[in-house]
């Protein structure tokens, strides 16, 4: 199984990054503008439109706000399997680490995906601190 593991440090606090990562329904909006177009949120599922034109339905798994982590699963297309999670971590007052980690096969798609979770991690970084 392909393993994905992204850090980056953010210019802004844990909790004003933790209230756009907690928004699952507006993280088009929020949180990865550009990087996803549209996000419609179904009961504990949301479906996401990313820039580049692939569909997703991605189910919320679990939604921690004592830990400030994020679990979802993804299904379709090439992947059978995929399980993501996004935590935060308060370096201080106004810096934060955000790590977001995805486990999927088959491990041919780890090159796609890592792509695209490093586009969407600058997405967020520049919705972050702008």
Known sequence: MASIHREMQ?????????????????????LVPGFVTDCRLEGNART????????????IIDLDDAVRRLVWSASGGRLSHHNASLQVFAEDATHSRIVWIADLLPDEMAGPIGTMIDEGMKAMKRALES
């Open 10 to 30: 953010v210019a802004a606090s844990a909790e004003k990054i933790w209230d756009a990562v907690r928004d699952v329904g507006e993280i088009h909006r929020r």
């Open 48 to 59: 996401v439109t990313f820039g580049n034109g692939i569909v997703a339905r991605e189910v």
